[in-house]
Every structure is written in C-alpha cells, then in structure tokens.
C-alpha cells in the first residue's frame, strides 16, 4: 500500500504532467499562420472557424471547385474533430483530401482569403505537423515572399526529410533562394520525385494553376540542365552514356506519373 508521501508525491507528479500538457497543448494551440501567438492561443475552434470559413466562402465565389471540400475540411462539424481520435484508415482517407486541397489552393496562396482557409488546415488539421511535405510543396511558388517565412515559423522541430534542405532557413526565418531549390532538385532524387508527384497529381485532378505548373516546370529543367552539366566528365562515351542516363530517368520520372 502506498504510504501518505508517495501518495502526495504521485499527486504531485500528476499535477505538474497536467501543467506541462495544458502548456504544451496551448503552445501547439498558438501555431497560427494570421495571428500573434497569444492572441492565436486564446481563440477558441468556433471563433477561428468563422473566421476561416469567410475566406474559404470567398474562394468557392471565385474558383467553384472549392466547393467539393465544404462537406469535409470545411464542414461545421469539423469543428469538433480531433485527428488524434481518427482511425488509421480515417487519417489516410483525409490526407488524400488534403492534398487535393493544397493542389487546389497553390496558385492561390497570395491572397487573403486563401490564406484563411489554410489558417483552417493549421490550426484545426494538423497540417503542418502531419501533412508538412504537402503544405511545404504547395508553398514553394512563394519562396521568396513573406508569406513562406511565417509558414516555416510554425513548423514543428522535426519536418520529413525530403523537405529538410529548408531547415538551415528556420532559426533565422530567411526565406530560401531560388538556387537552393533547384540544388535539391539536381542532387535529391527523392525530392524532386516527391515535388513532381504532387504537382503532377494535381494536374491529373484538373486542380493545378498556372503559378505552380509553372514553377515546377522551371525548377525541373534546371535540375535537369545541372545534372546534364556534371555529367560531363570523363571520355566522349562515358559523357554521352551519362547524359543518356540522366534523360532516360526524367523522362521516367513524368511517364510514370
């Protein structure tokens, strides 16, 4: 039987884990693309909600394919859901929708109401903690605005590797140059896989615009142009087996996709 001190003790240790999660849940609360982190932290799900359900209102009057999602990332009962409580198959089944979502509103990021609706997705999905690559690709047309700093300030400690070459931009939130994309493209297979995946998955949903095609077009041939340049090296046929290789693996990158 646990004597009257370990009892206070346990009490004690019960009561300050309490703290440390309120905290914690509170910090992870005050995550906010629009708002300071304090005023952020006091909102409640309804007030946000309104807010961002304005923006996404404004987005179904300009672009109707906005509409499709007004039954589920957008519904009033999402205001009550929590991703912890889903299931596996329920998570998976709603990353699938995010993704459509972000494919959708990419071209879209510099306006106001777009950047209401992903408040949304922030705030209430989760999504820069568990869909970071997604969100991070659809905002990667905007490296070089304001708005992609505060995206990286609001990024959990730890974001998938294949969007790690960010990273060293973070603690300073200086948004990364153009050439650093294009570098990780050229030297990271997986990432520029990953990146053309969600665009060209868009594009087959007929939900890419013109900014993101656009940027991942330009992105690819200098990744292309880089690779091809460091290839050449060596005899006249070991350049021209390389260079072959090079083609030969973009090319089957866009087939089979």
């Known amino acids: 039987m646990a004597t009257a001190l370990q009892q206070q003790l346990a009490a004690i240790n019960a009561n300050s884990t309490d703290q440390l999660n309120l905290k914690a849940q509170k910090q992870r609360h005050s995550r906010s693309l629009l708002f300071e982190p304090s005023e952020a932290a006091r909102q409640s799900f309804e007030t946000i909600f309104q807010i961002c359900y304005e923006g996404f209102t404004e987005l179904c009057q300009l672009d109707r394919r906005f509409q499709a999602f007004a039954n589920n990332l957008f519904a009033e009962s999402s205001v009550n859901v929590e991703r912890e409580h889903m299931t596996k198959k329920e998570n998976q089944e709603l990353d699938i929708v995010i993704e459509q979502f972000f494919g959708l509103v990419s071209g879209r990021l510099l306006l106001r109401p777009a950047q209401k609706t992903v408040e949304w997705m922030v705030r209430r999905w989760r999504v820069h903690e568990d869909n970071a690559s997604t969100l991070i690709f659809s905002f990667l047309p905007y490296h070089g605005h304001e708005i992609f700093a505060t995206l990286m300030s609001i990024l959990p400690s730890r974001i998938p590797d294949i969007v790690n070459f960010i990273r060293p931009y973070i603690p300073t939130l200086q948004c990364p140059p153009r050439h650093a994309i294009v570098s990780v493209a050229a030297s990271k297979s997986q990432f520029l896989s990953a990146f053309s995946t969600f665009v ?41 087996q390389n260079a072959e290789d090079i083609l030969a693996a973009h090319c089957q990158l866009y087939n089979r996709r």
């Open 200 to 240: 060209l998955q868009t594009a087959k949903r007929r939900l890419q615009s013109s900014i993101q095609v656009g940027f991942w077009v330009s992105v690819f041939a200098q990744a292309l142009n880089a690779r091809l340049d460091g290839a050449q090296s060596g005899r006249d046929e070991v350049r021209r």
